[in-house]
Nanobody
Framework: QVQLVESGGGLVQAGTSLRLSCAAS????????MGWFRQAPGKEREFVAA????????YYADSVKGRFRISRDNAKNTVSLQMNSLKPEDTAVYYC????????????????????WGQGTQVTVSS
């Protein structure tokens, strides 16, 4: 079992930055593909960003490409999401997820592809 705990959310103004962190425990996540998803009120959960085992491959939703950056530190068992140039439409609960995979370079963008989820952290961007 992998437990994931997100942190770093908050209320910020549009145009500013925020950095989310996801701390994993229970197992090392060095052989897990990791991802971030978000869910806005009244909307379905959607993919934001994903990263492969080693961090060599990343993938982003079009809506955040060029503004957000996913990274991981396998030695610290953490994954981060740097969010820049935030917009009101980025307001959502952000979830960290882990997917056990034998493929070192794969990135996973679908909800069913993930095995473990955190409880989420709220990000609110005011205009």
């Amino acid at each position: 079992q992998v437990q994931l705990v997100e942190s770093g959310g908050g209320l910020v103004q549009a145009g500013t930055s925020l950095r989310l962190s996801c701390a994993a425990s229970g197992r090392t996540i060095s052989n897990y593909a990791m991802g971030w998803f978000r869910q806005a009120p009244g909307k379905e959960r959607e993919f934001v960003a994903a990263i492969s085992w080693s961090g060599g491959n990343t993938y982003y939703a079009d809506s955040v490409k060029g503004r957000f950056r996913i990274s991981r530190d396998n030695a610290k068992n953490t994954v981060s999401l740097q969010m820049n140039s935030l917009k009101p439409e980025d307001t959502a609960v952000y979830y960290c997820a882990a997917a056990q995979t034998i493929h070192t370079i794969v990135v996973i963008t679908t909800i069913p592809g993930y095995d473990y989820w955190g409880q989420g952290t709220q990000v609110t961007v005011s205009s």
